[in-house]
């Protein structure tokens, strides 16, 4: 059981947008930045937003992340079928003494 | 370039411990505070601690804490994360993870390739 809850499959069609959703709470998403990695298959993981909705250098503007909240969402635009892969969302816990927590993951398949 | 190279995959049996390794390399060691993520075959990721590696202060997950130790040697820009107490359930690919330089918090931006680790009688 994850601290932040994501939807465990996500789809889209190529072209489409599509968004994950991962909520929280006042100790976690609700205080502090979000933050998103994605997975592709057999590779660590690679960070696609931080801060909230800030992209790194050489992340396309078709990745898009917002916050409201206790609740989060990553935005893809215009899909594309090499976005297929599993994204987390993650954020620092101010309980216990503080911790990172993630999501369960999102499977993205592009249809 | 940055990067985390991190040591070969392992085999324990129950009960063993484990210490895998992970050299930074392209960047000031002691600037950036260091992460260590797991994740089980076919389950998301699991955050295990953090080790500032300019002092060696660490902070571990709850779940983790009497079983996982971190350390640094900053003459060789290498992290350790050693697991005691082996049980199969420790069966997963452990990631280091470079995180934030002023912020423990922040985003985990350079990833090393990652350790399998598997126990098994």
């Known amino acids: 059981q994850s601290v932040l809850t994501q939807p465990p499959s996500a789809s889209g069609t190529p072209g489409q947008r599509v968004t994950i959703s991962c909520s929280g709470s006042?100790?976690?998403?609700?205080?502090?930045?979000v933050y998103w990695y994605q997975q592709l298959p057999g590779t660590a993981p690679k960070l696609l937003i931080y801060r909230n909705n800030q992209r790194p250098s050489g992340v396309p503007d078709r990745f898009s992340g917002s916050k409201s909240g206790t609740s989060a969402s990553l935005a893809i635009s215009g899909l594309r079928s090499e976005d297929e892969a599993d994204y987390y969302c993650?954020?620092?816990?101010?309980?216990?003494?503080?911790?990172?927590?993630f999501g369960g993951g999102t499977k993205l398949t592009v249809l | 370039q940055v990067q985390l190279v991190q040591s070969g995959a392992e085999v324990k049996k129950p009960g063993a411990s484990v210490k895998v390794s992970c050299k930074a390399s392209?960047?000031?060691?002691?600037?950036?505070?260091m992460h260590w993520v797991r994740q089980a075959p076919g389950q998301g990721l699991e955050w295990m601690g953090i080790i500032n590696p300019s002092g060696g202060s660490t902070s571990y997950a709850q779940k983790f804490q009497g079983r996982v130790t971190m350390t640094r040697d900053t003459s060789t820009s290498t992290v350790y994360m050693e697991l005691s107490s082996l049980r199969s359930e420790d069966t997963a690919v452990y990631y280091c993870?470079?995180?934030?330089?002023?912020?423990?918090?922040?985003?985990?931006?350079?990833w090393g390739q990652g350790t399998m680790v598997t126990v098994s009688s």
């Open positions: 392209g960047y000031t060691f002691t600037s950036y505070y």
């Open positions: 993870a470079r995180g934030g330089s002023a912020d423990p918090g922040d985003a985990f931006d350079i």
């Open positions: 006042s100790s976690n998403i609700g205080s502090n930045y």
């Open positions: 993650a954020a620092w816990d101010d309980s216990l003494s503080g911790n990172v927590v």
